[in-house]
T-cell receptor, first 112, second 115 residues
């Protein structure tokens, strides 16, 4: 069964710093990988989706990369802001079946 | 934009009550999912459905049932609510994938408290 791990569980950085969040998965037979943001008490908001054939996707200050063969993805956040404070989760969809597998998230705090 | 709407953001119910959580999506997605999210346990899949009247058990189906009579609507039912079902419930939907991105979209969540 696919296992998705996110390390660290929590991260605190000063405003303006560039940072990297990590996501690793055990089974490389994935269809896509998706990064989400979750604010306290809210649902998950999709940030970036990377298809298995892609290496990276960018949206504004966010850049997500995928190395399928090594089972790793990173989410790079440039020039962090206090409004980026949230929990970030990654999820993979497998090549077969309809299920998604989630990491437990990284809680990010950006200190003004 | 895809929208996934959960009918109730906050509910408070008593032990033994029957609880309905409703979810509607407006983008003709085949797949719909119900998850619960608890601190330290992450997201856990309760049930999912890949077509009308079709359902599959997820990792924690005990104590829950689901209904999908129309493509856009997926309901989660707690036949007899218990205190250990106090949680955040998240509905999500996606296209089947394989000929499209398979992107997953979530609703705002329903916070259920069972007293």
């Amino acid at each position: 069964k696919q296992e998705v791990t996110q390390i660290p569980a929590a991260l605190s950085v000063p405003e303006g710093e560039n940072l990297v969040l990590n996501c690793s998965f055990t089974d490389s037979a994935i269809y896509n990988l998706q990064w989400f943001r979750q604010d306290p008490g809210k649902g998950l908001t999709s940030l970036l989706l990377i298809q298995s054939s892609q290496r990276e996707q960018t949206s504004g200050r966010l850049n997500a990369s995928l190395d399928k063969s090594s089972g790793r993805s990173t989410l790079y956040i440039a020039a962090s802001q206090p409004g980026d404070s949230a929990t970030y989760l990654c999820a993979v969809k497998m090549d077969t079946g309809n299920q998604f597998y989630f990491g437990t998230g990284t809680s990010l705090t950006v200190i003004p | 934009d895809v929208k996934v709407t959960q009918s109730s953001r906050y509910l408070v119910k008593r032990t033994g009550e029957k609880v309905f959580l409703e979810c509607v999506q407006d983008m003709d997605h085949e797949n719909m999912f119900w998850y619960r999210q608890d601190p330290g346990l992450g997201l856990r899949l309760i049930y999912f459905s890949y077509d009308v009247k079709m359902k599959e058990k997820g990792d924690i189906p005990e104590g829950y049932s689901v209904s999908r009579e129309k493509k856009e609507r997926f309901s989660l039912i707690l036949e007899s609510a218990s205190t250990n079902q106090t949680s955040m419930y998240l509905c999500a939907s996606s296209l089947l994938g394989f000929t499209n991105t398979g992107e997953l979209f979530f609703g705002e969540g329903s916070r259920l408290t069972v007293l």
